[in-house]
């Protein structure tokens, strides 16, 4: 379930025929073929163009992760999958069904593999914890013991067994989003739609409960998509990434690719969220664009791929005979992927300089030149 | 005060209870499914018929501004038809379900605007038809305001009721105006006063207690 396939993009397909049926292991989870949405003019607003040429997959058993800017189109997106919204051009092919033709009892029949969590858990007041569970399912029609049976099983899954009887205004927000977990995997969906999810949390909380989705994913096999605007929350779950921006998909393909070379300006910016591309400022304040007498020529260079980043220092002080000083380091883990930069100071001349460039282009390591300090 | 004025009070203290109690009964089988269709059917809404929305909302809001004295008057033949006399409490029920039937479906349309859009996606996205969006979302959530609306309406069709003795109506207004004003019994208007101001209380107070039992969201810890 868990094999990595990349994820299709810029290829239209034109028909469902083209598409289905397909090869196994090429069978996706949900599939946006020739998407376009456009929300019409209203009431002297003018229309929007939330969504155009979307043209991606979702493999099966996959964590992917659907990042972009507030506005981007993200949360169109997701309400294409579960059929909340209906797509102006396109088919949305979600188990290997066409959900954006879907209308009254066949698609809420279909809605049910689908399960949706959201930034501000809408839960029910009115309803315990167990209870609020247990909606879906009484939506559903089960019969009075066995959601009694499913919703102690769901509680204990996403450890609030203790819970049972709690009013979510008794619950803190983790908890509340545990809640919205379990209930959305209550009628055994096969994807699982998390709408920022967790944009409400604090930071350890938050890593909470992306590791209680992780084990989700891993134990029961469902597919995941992230809708987030934080980096750090694909970085930390994601396994395949699709980078949204004012409607498009600007980049998309595994998390460690797509963020140790990243392409699209957009894809950049949210790499800097985390890796810090600034200098501290006590090191920027001391930059100069002329060479003191005696002072270091200072290099940033970038980190990206596995390994990149750990021996370099070390290696270009032996390799080249520099003293070379370490300014400022930043490097992180995206994928398995070491991504940040390196910043140096390089004692000696120009010649010294020369040679470093030289030496860090040959292992393909990006560098530039910053300017001197004393 | 004479036995058979304390006598006239009690019976007038029924009759009031009587047709409110009824009337509160009747306006809220129809103001309450009024209510929810108005809060349900604009554009984009569970039961979206914009129309037919704005239809009802006119009607609503000329029956809500027409001055209740003036509605008893205009629709005496109507309430011969249904009740068969024009005078008496029983009459009177239908003048005071008819103002508060758009009444109630105004504050339950209000209540039921509260609850939260998200729930509403939220049981949406797993499959709820809209039938049971109203029955297991937008009910149970809107119901402290909903409690509230209905304890508001009692207390404004008990102002309302009296103001039937115009017609024979009887209760405690009719009393009030009949042997307080017109006979110049001031301890019989403050009795009437005293009596009506206790059954607001006890109605207010009852309201407030089931909202507040109802309500989760508040309940803190």
């Known amino acids: 379930m868990n094999a990595h396939q990349s994820l299709a993009i810029g290829r239209p397909i034109e028909t469902l025929e083209a598409i289905s049926p397909a090869p196994v292991g ?29 043209d991606f997959a979702i493999p099966r058993g996959s964590i ?43 698609l809420r029949l279909a809605q049910r593999s689908i399960g949706m969590i959201f930034q501000h858990f809408n839960l029910l007041s009115s309803r315990t914890a167990a209870d609020n569970i247990a909606l879906p399912l009484e939506i559903a029609g089960w019969a009075k013991a066995d959601i009694k049976a499913r919703v102690a099983e769901l509680l204990a899954l996403v450890g609030i067994a203790d819970k049972h009887d709690r009013y979510p205004s008794e619950l803190s927000g983790g908890q509340k989003q545990r809640v919205g977990i379990a209930r959305a995997l209550a009628t055994r969906p096969s994807v699982l739609l998390s ?17 209680l989705l992780a084990n989700i994913n891993r134990e029961l096999g469902v597919t995941i998509v992230l809708i987030t605007h934080e980096m750090s929350v694909v970085r930390q779950l994601a396994k395949e990434v699709v980078v949204l921006d004012a409607g498009r998909v600007v980049e998309s393909g595994h998390v460690a690719d797509i963020f140790t070379h990243p392409r699209h300006p957009i894809t950049q910016s949210f790499l800097a969220e985390v890796i810090g591309d600034s ?3 006590s090191l920027a304040s001391r930059i100069v664009s002329e060479r ?34 370490l300014l ?14 390196l910043t140096l100071g390089i004692p000696g001349g120009e010649d010294a300089v020369t040679r470093t460039l030289a030496w860090l282009s040959q292992y393909q390591l990006p560098a530039e030149r910053l300017g001197y300090v004393a | 005060m004479s036995p058979e004025l304390i006598n006239l009070i009690i019976q007038a203290t029924f009759e009031s209870l009587y047709m409110v109690g009824i009337a509160a009964l009747l306006g ?21 018929a914009p129309i037919v929305n704005r239809v009802l909302g006119i009607v609503v809001n000329a029956t809500r501004s027409t001055p209740f004295i003036i509605l008893v008057v205009a629709i005496i033949p109507f309430t011969r038809l249904v009740a068969g006399t024009s005078i008496g409490s029983t009459a009177a029920i239908v003048p005071l379900t008819i103002a508060s039937t758009p009444f109630i479906a105004r504050l339950v ?70 042997y307080g004003y017109q006979r110049f019994m001031p301890e019989m208007m403050l009795a009437v006063v005293v009596v009506l101001i206790a059954l607001v209380q006890i109605v207010q107070s009852a309201g407030d207690y089931l909202a507040r039992r109802v309500n989760r969201r508040l309940r803190h810890r």
């Open chain 1, 195 to 211: 709408d920022e999810a967790t944009s409400a949390l604090d930071p350890q909380t938050t890593r909470a409960i992306l590791d």
């Open chain 2, 109 to 178: 349309e209000a209540a039921i605007r509260e609850v939260d859009g998200g729930l509403i996606e939220t049981a949406s996205s797993f499959g709820a038809s809209p039938l049971q969006i109203v029955f297991k979302v937008l009910i149970p959530e809107a119901l402290p305001g909903l409690l509230l609306a209905l304890t508001l309406a009692v207390v404004s069709l008990l102002g309302y009721s009296a103001m039937v003795g115009a017609v024979g109506g009887g209760g405690l207004g009719d009393l009030g105006i009949r």
């Open chain 1, 279 to 281: 200098l501290p400022v």
């Open chain 1, 64 to 106: 992917t992760g659907v990042i972009g800017r507030s506005g981007a189109g993200k949360s169109s997106l997701v309400r294409l999958i579960n059929g909340l919204e209906k797509p102006t051009t396109g088919r949305v092919i979600v188990d290997g069904r066409d959900i954006s033709a879907l209308a009254g009892r066949e």
């Open chain 1, 292 to 325: 003191p007498a005696g002072g270091q020529a200072v290099i940033r260079i970038q980190v990206r791929g596995a390994g990149a980043g750990d021996t370099v220092v070390v290696r270009l002080a032996r390799e080249l005979g520099l003293d070379v000083a």
């Open chain 1, 328 to 341: 400022s380091a930043r490097i992180d883990e995206i994928g398995g992927q070491h991504v940040g930069s």
């Open chain 2, 28 to 48: 809220t089988a129809f103001g309450l499914p009024l209510g929810l269709f108005l809060a349900t059917s604009r554009k984009g809404e569970l039961f979206a």
């Open chain 1, 26 to 54: 090429l069978d996706p989870m949900v599939r946006f073929a020739g998407i376009s949405k456009i929300y019409p003019a209203y009431r002297g607003k003018p229309g929007v163009n939330a969504l155009q040429d979307i």
